[in-house]
């Protein structure tokens, strides 16, 4: 179990080593673009800052190759780590443990979210549901069921509505649009409060 974890830890962290390919786009292209890659990457990689040239080039040998495994460049990139200087050693050291809290949280996160959510969604489905009840009733209702969950349930919540929604789906398609909107704005009060 403790095993998984860390292995775990380790293969979600090697993500945070890939580079995002605008920014590496835009280092091919000029010499401003590679100045702006540096600093995002200082940005993201607290640890380089105290690095050379050339002990960078290794670890961007690393990161950018395209044919080892993520383990392999989570290995070698220790491997880096263990030649550098003591406080470069520390600054890897603390990069690894903060990436390591970050997937433990998200991971309790994203669990507390799959947990609460179907309930949250019946609930929801009710109130939508019930014609009983007038749309300021169902407005009141929704944001108090809104107050009652935690904000990433509730996020959450909010952008499943939305990705469902007439107005996103059916209601956007061209020249029934207009008339799709009038018809949303009749009988999905519920979305407009989201
Ligand atoms: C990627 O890593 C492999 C294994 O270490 C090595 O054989 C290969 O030359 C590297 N590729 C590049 C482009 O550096």
């Known amino acids: 179990m403790l095993n998984q ?3 775990c830890s380790l293969i979600v962290s090697a993500a945070a080593y890939v580079v995002p390919a605008e920014t590496a786009k835009d280092s ?3 010499p401003k673009g590679q100045k702006r890659m540096l600093s995002e990457l200082e940005r993201r990689l607290p640890f380089l800052k105290g690095v050379d040239q050339e002990g960078r080039q290794e670890f961007f040998a690393i ?3 395209e044919t080892l495994s993520k383990a392999e ?3 070698a990139v220790e491997l880096w780590a263990s030649k550098q200087d003591k406080p470069t050693k520390e600054a890897v050291a603390e990069f690894h443990k903060n990436l390591e809290n970050h997937v433990k949280n998200s991971r309790l996160r ?3 979210i799959v947990q609460n959510l179907p309930e949250a969604l019946q609930k929801l489905s009710e109130i939508i549901e019930a014609v009983d009840i007038s749309r300021t009733e169902e407005k009141s209702k929704i944001e108090s069921l809104y107050a009652s969950l935690d904000a990433d349930t509730t996020k959450t919540l909010q952008f499943l509505v ?3 929604s007439f107005r996103k789906n059916e209601g956007r398609s061209g020249g029934a649009e207009r008339k799709a909107l009038k018809m949303e704005s009749k009988t999905e009060s519920s979305t407009k409060i989201l």
Do not use: M, P, Q
């Open 5 to 7: 974890l860390i292995l």
């Open 28 to 30: 091919a292209a000029s």
């Open 63 to 65: 990161i950018h190759n």
């Open 73 to 75: 460049i989570w290995e």
């Open 110 to 112: 994203v669990e507390k």
């Open 162 to 164: 939305d990705l469902v």
